[in-house]
C-alpha cells in the first residue's frame, strides 16, 4: 500500500507530502512485531510505500 492509501484509508485524511505520521507509525509497529532474530513483516518498497509479509 502507499502512504496516501494509508492516510486515506485509516484516517480518512487528504494526503500531505511532508507528513511523515505513516513513517512513525510503521516504524513503532515494526518494533512491536519483530523480534530481533525474525525476518521484517513490514517491508518497505522503495517508491511504492509497504507490503506486509505473512508467516
Given amino acids: 500500500m502507499t502512504r496516501t492509501m494509508l ?3 485509516i484516517w480518512d485524511y487528504n494526503f500531505d507530502p511532508g ?3 505513516v513513517d512513525v507509525h510503521v516504524s513503532r509497529l515494526r518494533a512491536k512485531i519483530d523480534g530481533p532474530d525474525d525476518s ?3 517491508r518497505t518498497v522503495r517508491g511504492s510505500g509497504y507490503r506486509l509479509d505473512a508467516v
Fill in 40 to 42: 521484517p513483516m513490514i
Fill in 19 to 21: 507528513t511523515n505520521v
Fill in 7 to 9: 492516510i486515506e484509508a
